[in-house]
């Protein structure tokens, strides 16, 4: 009986080692997944991206709990996102955001955002998040 009792013992031992060791795995590939993303840019047909620079900017850094996110304002370009968005430079991530989720359906406003960003960028003296 004690015999049995210990191999159990043993066998359950295992079979918890292995559970915490797959669910280590488990965290790390959902923490992976989060880190990394893809853009893609499309053009219109007959025109071409060779031999250009793409400037990107990261406005925003995303904070996920479970199933609940949020956007956060990159503070180097808070008050530009501010000056192109018409809002105060002390607005918050919240505002900024919403402001910039109305134009959601709205490409002509996106691109007048997408002007008016740059252009508070450059004159700011701000740099770009990357390039390609």
């Known amino acids: 009986m004690r015999k049995v009792k210990n191999s159990i013992k043993k066998m359950m031992a295992l079979c918890l080692a292995a559970i915490m060791t797959l669910a280590m795995a488990t965290t790390a590939f959902a923490a992976d997944r989060i880190k990394t993303g893809n853009l893609t840019v499309n053009v219109n047909e007959g025109n071409t991206l060779k031999g250009q620079t793409i400037k990107v900017y990261k406005l925003f850094d995303l904070s996920v709990s479970d199933t609940h996110y949020a956007y956060t304002v990159n503070a180097d370009y808070k008050n530009a996102i501010a000056t192109a968005l018409g809002l105060s430079k002390e607005a918050t991530s919240e505002q900024l955001y919403n402001k910039l989720a109305e134009y959601k359906?709205?490409?002509?406003?996106?691109?007048?955002?997408?002007?008016?960003?740059?252009?508070?960028?450059?004159?700011?003296?701000?740099?770009?998040?990357?390039?390609?």
């Open 105 to 132: 359906e709205n490409p002509s406003g996106i691109q007048k955002f997408a002007n008016d960003f740059t252009a508070a960028a450059l004159k700011a003296g701000t740099a770009e998040t990357g390039t390609s």
